[in-house]
């Protein structure tokens, strides 16, 4: 049971009065628990060590994470590398059925989807990632219109994942509790309250849907997408990528603030005067090097300005300390960092010591690092082209839907559970593609170069194996415009390439291609 202490008297609220010195030794006693839970102890953290981080545990984790990739210098390099490299160039979305591509440039320009997907939100869900291990995505359905609605749910909300009890891989329901802050148009008075509710995986569709769970509604309206990293599959729960570096870090870090003080110890004296004489020769050396202020403010005797000659007669030295000798080099930490590298899968060359580098690693990443970069970049494309097929289902599920027509819903029931998914139109093409940009800068003379060899088999015309709106997206890309979409629909308003027997055709692709060719040459005699 908790104790409660007036500030005032050191009383508590049942009358019992707390002294003082006890009072002192509780909080010393709470700095300690705290400092117990900053280290990491594994064996505190967790309830069920054999299986995975309790709730509590994984709060701590990911408090002291957020702290350090702000403040430490090395973990936030590491998170701001990586962030960089995947959402650093930005990401596209391509459909090839115009009207697919169509519903999904209306769920990325909603106003309410926009704050969730732009360049900057999605570097910050980026950040997320690394140092939550979990993102929550809340999709709101309309179900009469289709449309889709995304918000993030922060991780700290999250307090339970229930699973179906036969299988602990199918999430059920999140179990949320939020603070929930209602504002006051008249008095400007705002009331805070503590609200539950269970929120269902956007894959659980249940066929008896209950209105309740105890006495917590089921917000069925608002199912949940949930992405975790830095965890095995089993566990509910996702793990920070960066609670591996997080003690070499400090450890650096404390290295550096020792090495300091050591530093700062030797420039406590600058100079060494040897002077002959004996002990009234030394004191009179003294009292001519002190400085002295008279009561007005004046100072006698200066510090010589920077620059100035010693002059002294035989056998009286001056000469600068030397710290040449340290015991102790800035460089000695070098192999606590490289733990840190190894923690956020990073070369060393990342963390400030080019020295360290090859030309083979200024100009592209290592192969190690750029499969890491991709995969992360995979992920991403896997998370976004399943917010995708939830948006198209809906599109055509709803009866209002823009795509209704273009499919039918196909459901399965099994053990109480509805599966659905959609069935298109043998004349629909539903492709969709999330693009990420090259991670490496790569020989665009070279790859332009290759396309156009490959469109044209070193011929004047189109040979067939690539089409024109094809074609053009991958230049435009390879040469690093921006919005790749918008410039093949100004450049094809129809939303197709001329087709191959067109007699129009060839004048326009033998036009195409020469441009191309000059640009190739253009940009190789640039290089």
Known sequence: MGTYLNGESGRESDGVLVEAGAYVEMQERLAALEWALESMDWRILTAQADQEFSRPGLATITELSRIMAIKNPLIKR????????????????????????????????????????????????????????????????????????????????????????????TPWFYLRSWTENRFDMQTGAQEMSTQEA??????????Q??????????????????????????????????????????????????????????????????????????????????SSSSGDGTITNPAPVVGSTFISGEGVKL????????????????????????????????????????????????????????????????????????????QVKAAQGSLRGLGTIQQVVEEGARYERVVWNADVEPRVETVFPPLVQDDTPGMIGAMVD??????????????????????????????????IDRMFPDGEAPPMNDATTPAAEAAMVEAVRELREALAALA
């Open 198 to 207: 269970y929120y269902p995986d956007w894959r659980y569709d249940p066929v």
């Open 78 to 169: 590491g998170v701001a590398v990586q962030r960089l490299y995947v959402f650093g160039q930005g990401f596209t979305v391509r459909a090839e059925e115009p009207a697919l591509d169509d519903a999904l440039t209306a769920f990325y320009e909603d106003p309410k989807n926009a704050v969730e997907f732009g360049q900057q939100e999605m570097s910050a869900k980026e950040v997320e990632l690394q140092v939550t291990g979990n993102l929550f995505f809340c999709l709101f359905v309309n179900r009469g219109s289709g449309r889709v609605r995304v918000r993030t749910v922060p991780f700290e909300e999250i307090q339970d994942v229930i699973c179906d009890p036969d299988d602990a891989r």
């Open 454 to 487: 490959a469109a044209t088999l070193r011929g004047q015309a189109l040979a067939g194996t690539v089409d024109l709106r094809t074609l053009s997206a991958m230049l435009l890309t390879a040469l690093g415009v921006g919005d790749v979409d918008q410039v």
């Open 209 to 290: 849907k209950p209105a309740f769970i105890g006495s917590k509604p089921v917000m069925w309206e608002s199912p949940i997408y949930h992405v975790k990293v830095g965890s095995f599959s089993s566990w509910k729960f996702g793990l920070s990528e960066v609670y591996a570096a997080i003690d070499w870090a400090k450890a650096y870090k404390e290295f550096l603030e020792d090495w300091a003080s050591i530093v700062r110890a030797y420039r406590r004296f600058a100079f060494q005067l040897q002077q002959p004489g004996g002990k009234s020769a030394v004191m009179a050396a003294k009292s001519k090097l002190a």
């Open 319 to 394: 000469e600068a300390v030397r710290t040449s000798g340290a015991t102790v080099s800035a460089e000695d930490g070098r192999r606590i960092m490289l733990m840190v590298a190894a923690a956020t899968n990073l070369p060393e060359t990342f963390f400030g010591d080019a020295s360290v580098g090859t030309l083979a690693t200024a100009q592209s990443l290592d192969r190690p690092t750029e499969l890491a970069m991709k995969d992360r970049q995979s992920l991403w494309a896997d998370v976004l082209n399943a917010i995708h097929d939830f948006v198209l289902l809906w």
